[in-house]
């Protein structure tokens, strides 16, 4: 079935460090693709989101682009800041309306 | 304020012996649904309601019950539970019909049965 696949962590990084989360999905269709985030102690909340191939979800720094070519949508944020650590999930959404999500990535971003 | 209410948020519990978290959220969408989170696996969806009086499995719905007798209320029912229903719960909503992909989620609530 429709399932995503994301690196699994925990990633830690410096302020300031370039991060890369990947994401890979194995969809039947076109599959509209997802990130979301968890912050300690919250349920989850959309970060960006991408319909169809090569569009580019952004929002807060993070951006993501739908590769069609690759299944891939993978999260890169220029500069972390110790605010963005957390739980990051890809996710589609299935044929029926549902999401699939990955396993969760931890991010820690040190000072 | 828009919003998704878990409650309890924390609950510690034995074996058989029932237990209902409540979902209820304040943005009127028709669309609610229950997820568990286990590490290494992510969210599995539990149950789903489209609207009122109308309920389905998910992917993992053994174990579970629950009810949609008003749009705004969305209990999960542990009849029976065991340790392996030691999770993270999420209740979650989203607007009908929209097929965004949104989905708006409560705290989320921690069971650990013993």
């Known amino acids: 079935g429709d399932s995503v696949t994301q690196m699994e962590g925990p990633v830690t990084l410096s302020e300031e460090a370039f991060l890369t989360i990947n994401c890979t999905y194995t969809?039947?269709?076109?599959?509209?693709l997802f990130w979301y985030v968890q912050y300690p102690g919250e349920g989850l909340q959309l970060l960006l989101k991408?319909?169809?191939?090569?569009d580019k979800g952004s929002n807060k720094g993070f951006e993501a682009t739908y590769r069609k070519e690759t299944t891939s949508f993978h999260l890169e944020k220029g500069s972390v800041q110790v605010s963005d650590s957390a739980v990051y999930f890809c996710?589609?959404?299935?044929?029926?309306?549902?999401?699939?999500f990955g396993a969760g990535t931890t991010v820690t971003v040190r000072a | 304020e828009a919003q998704v209410t878990q409650n309890p948020r924390y609950l510690i519990t034995v074996t058989g012996k029932k237990l209902t978290v409540t979902c209820s959220q304040n943005m009127n969408h028709e669309y609610m649904s229950w997820y568990r989170q286990d590490p290494g696996l992510g969210l599995r969806q539990i149950y789903y309601s489209m609207n009122v009086e109308v309920t389905d499995k998910g992917d993992v719905p053994e174990g579970y019950k629950v009810s949609r007798k008003e749009k705004r209320n969305f209990p999960l029912i542990l009849e029976s539970p065991s340790p392996n229903q030691t999770s993270l719960y999420f209740c979650a909503t989203q607007l009908q019909g929209a097929h965004t992909g949104e989905l708006f989620f409560g705290e989320g609530s921690r069971l650990t049965v013993l």
């Open positions: 969809a039947t269709g076109y599959p509209s």
């Open positions: 991408a319909t169809k191939a090569d």
């Open positions: 996710a589609l959404s299935r044929r029926d309306y549902k999401l699939s």
